[in-house]
């Protein structure tokens, strides 16, 4: 298993950071890549689409100077996440602006299209695509993506419920190629164990919301903070999709988090629930299994340190 050269000796520990839906913004997304991690956000929170050609050009310029003012220190890429999907109207227009800026990674979630995967591959970047079960897997590298995002029971936001062990044990039956987990991932000893079970790298989202970089309300970063793995609730209510939610903001809009009803899957949306009173992601907070492992708000920075000194523990006590 071999990281892609866009990747390889660029990071300063094996950990990508997951496109977090309106909270992921370019002061998060360059702490990220400043601190040696992949630092990513998608194509959608930057409204207007003009908006996403500012961005796309800040992160370009800003990363070149750090990289050329830090030599020695490791600057990750940026990744761009889009959603390949038919309610998605802007799918075309964010895509040639990834083209025109080469954005270095993009990350696809819910479809799989070859000509997203050959726009990317035009200009030598590539293409990471999400999935929660093999058979997507599959169909996703038939399509031309070029490495795979196992995302596990557990995750943040829109998630599978697989084992990670069943999952990448199937994948690498078959796959050799770029592989992270997602899944509950919140220190370095779970990055370590990402790897031990057949992954590159590990795929890290929740705890980079109670970050000081994150665009993300002082309550739902508090959330994060007080939360455990018991206050997640999986339902597909609020978009159409299963995802993981934090307990106490399903409450907070007034509904019985043990009792909500089933959502009709063909009517997905990304940004508003079922109910106008509760919009997904902005009142109904995305979040993951693995929080019980973040127990304050730092800064961007602080929290990769810690993820590097874990992992370099953990390597120690499983290699001596």
């Not at 590298?141 to 990670?164: C, F, N, R």
């Not at 050799?176 to 590990?202: F, K």
């Not at 609730?233 to 019985?256: E, M």
């Amino acid at each position: 298993m071999t990281l892609p050269a866009i990747l390889k000796d660029r990071l300063s520990v094996p950990v990508v950071a997951a496109p977090l839906f309106i909270i992921s913004h370019p002061e998060l997304t360059l702490a990220q890549c400043k601190a040696g991690v992949v630092g990513s956000f998608p194509a959608l929170n930057a409204r207007p689409v003009e908006q996403l050609d500012d961005w796309l050009a800040q992160l370009t310029e800003e990363l070149a100077a750090h990289q050329a003012a830090n030599p020695g220190s490791k600057t990750a890429p940026f990744a761009v996440n889009q959603i390949v999907h038919k309610s998605n109207n802007r799918l075309q227009q964010d895509l040639e602006l990834c083209v025109k800026y080469k954005a270095p990674i993009v990350i696809t979630s819910l479809g799989a299209v070859p000509e997203v995967n050959e726009a990317v591959h035009s200009y030598g970047g590539i293409v990471l695509h999400d999935i929660i079960h093999d058979r997507h897997a599959r169909k996703a590298i038939e399509k031309g993506a070029d490495g795979l995002i196992a995302v596990a029971t557990g995750a943040g936001g829109h998630a599978g419920t697989l084992s990670p062990f069943a999952l990448i044990q199937e994948i690498r039956q078959w796959f050799d190629g770029p592989l992270l987990l997602s899944g509950s991932i919140a220190n370095g000893g779970a990055v370590l164990a990402a790897q031990a079970m057949g992954a590159d790298l590990a795929y890290i989202g929740s705890p980079f919301i109670a970050t000081r970089e994150a665009r993300a309300s002082e309550a739902y970063k508090q959330g994060i903070v007080e939360g455990r793995a018991a206050d997640i609730v999986y339902t597909n209510l609020f978009t159409g999709v299963h995802g993981n939610y934090l307990r106490s903001s399903i409450v907070n809009a007034g509904l019985d988090p043990d009792h909500l009803p089933e959502s009709d899957a063909s009517k997905m949306s990304f940004g508003s629930g079922s109910d106008a009173k509760a919009k997904a992601w902005k009142d109904i907070w995305g979040c993951g299994q693995g929080i019980g492992a973040v127990d304050k708000i730092v800064t961007t920075q602080e929290l990769v340190d810690r993820l590097k000194r874990e992992y370099a523990q953990a390597r120690e006590r499983v290699c001596g």
